[in-house]
């Protein structure tokens, strides 16, 4: 569908990067979370950034009833223009006039009219909240009364709607292109930092975060017979502390044994950390009987191009030690891992020292592939050597048979610490 022209949408520059598809403004549209909006009060010009909305052919703008905007549309209306841009990339000429940006951009005109009927005020807002997070409607509290009426929702039909939008390289004018200064393109991207929870909020961070990224590190819960593993949070801190208690759990590890709730939390946090980079993505291992916190495990040297990645940093408090956990844990993480995310490799890896988890990897149907050497230091100066163990999706099958048998039987390999 194509948007029509009027005297306000004709360009009167670059014809060429003008649209007037209502796919492509709709797909700018729902990216963008931010607007402007254009008014006019007494006669003079304002500009309110705000947040928007597309939920079909509206696009919702959010405000305060005692704001200006929000005032000036109390009685018929308000005029306004609307832009919303997204800057893909920064163009350097060898001259300064060929300096451009390459971006999407869209211009909406038209007459905002308040939402005065409380079911679409409502439902506008739940689509504003769902814009930040897809399901954080469901995940929070639904506004009363009191702050609906303390809310301005403004409707804006699209229907007067331009895109604009530049892409390529650089425009330099041929007499130009000897010059010695340097030309190109700096692409532009938004990027999320790691959630900072509030203070008193113990769960992990939802899966529905923008920024979240790869599935390959989207929270997921992981649910066995023997085992649970939850996305691990803050809240996991005592229970970690208190089931890893032993020091013999962290002897071939690489890390500080925690000895308070605040240090385990703050282990927790690095982790986190690594999660939202694309890194790591760790869990909580939990009774599923009783909820007791039992150990944790990741993934982790997550690539998702080559489709591989690590199992590790796993930790299991000794009573659950030759028990179906390990096990379990492990079948439920390749089966998510290869089947799921459609893995070609899992990979471990572990101290040379570290005979158990080397047996217990070795039980899980791994294939030992070698040793790197002088792979990390040890905590106490000296050099590690690495034994990397490895799976293949076509050995995955096989494994898989076995692993279920082995639970079946009531057997378990030895829950490591690698």
């Avoid at 999660?275 to 998702?304: F, N």
Wanted: proline share 7%.
């Amino acid at each position: 569908m194509l948007y029509p022209q009027t005297e306000r949408t004709t360009a009167t520059r670059y014809r060429d990067r003008m649209s007037y598809d209502a796919d492509q403004a709709h797909a700018i549209l729902d990216e963008a979370y931010d607007c402007c909006v254009a008014f006019v009060v007494d006669g003079e010009p304002r500009v309110l950034p705000t947040l928007q909305v597309r939920v079909g052919d509206t696009l919702y703008l959010h405000g305060s009833s005692g704001g200006r905007f929000g005032l000036s549309a109390r009685t018929g209306g308000v005029r306004v223009s609307v832009s919303v841009t997204i800057l893909d990339a920064i163009v350097y000429g060898r001259s300064q006039f060929h300096h451009s940006a390459n971006y999407r951009s869209v211009v909406v005109h038209g007459v905002a009219q308040p939402v005065t009927d409380p079911a679409e005020k409502l439902a506008a807002t739940r689509a504003l909240a769902d814009k930040v997070g897809d399901g954080r409607a469901a995940d929070s509290r639904p506004p009363t009364k009191q702050e609906l009426a303390q809310t301005s929702v403004l409707a804006l039909p699209l229907a007067e709607v331009s895109v604009r939008a530049r892409t390529g390289g650089v425009n330099d004018d041929p007499a130009d292109l000897a010059l010695p200064h340097w030309a190109g393109v700096l692409p532009v991207s938004r990027a999320f930092g790691p959630p900072q929870a509030d203070a008193g909020v113990t769960a992990a961070p939802p899966s529905y975060l923008p920024g979240g990224g790869s599935p390959w590190v989207r929270p997921v819960l992981l649910a066995g017979r023997h085992v649970r593993l939850e996305p691990l949070a803050p809240g996991h801190a005592a229970g970690m502390l208190d089931a890893l208690a032993d020091k013999e759990v962290w002897r071939h590890l690489p890390t500080v044994q925690p000895a308070t709730v605040a240090e385990m939390t703050a282990y927790i946090a690095g982790l986190l950390d690594r999660q939202w980079t694309g890194a790591q993505m760790p869990w909580a291992q939990v009774d599923p009987a009783d909820g007791t916190v039992i150990g944790t495990t990741s993934y982790h040297d997550i690539d998702p191009v080559n489709r591989s990645l690590a199992i590790g940093h796993t930790m299991v408090g000794k009573p659950w030690w030759r028990t179906g956990v390990n096990t379990e844990a492990k079948l439920l993480l390749l089966g998510h891992a290869f089947d799921v995310l459609g893995a070609q490799k899992v990979f471990w890896y572990t101290d040379i020292y570290n005979e158990r988890s080397q047996n217990a990897i070795a039980r899980l149907g791994a294939t030992r592939d070698g040793v790197l050497r002088h792979q990390r230091l040890r905590l106490d100066g000296t050099w590690r050597d690495t034994v990397v163990f490895a799976m293949t999706a076509d050995e995955w099958p096989a494994a898989a048979r076995r692993l279920r048998e082995r639970l079946t039987a009531g057997g378990a390999a030895t829950p490591a610490a690698a």
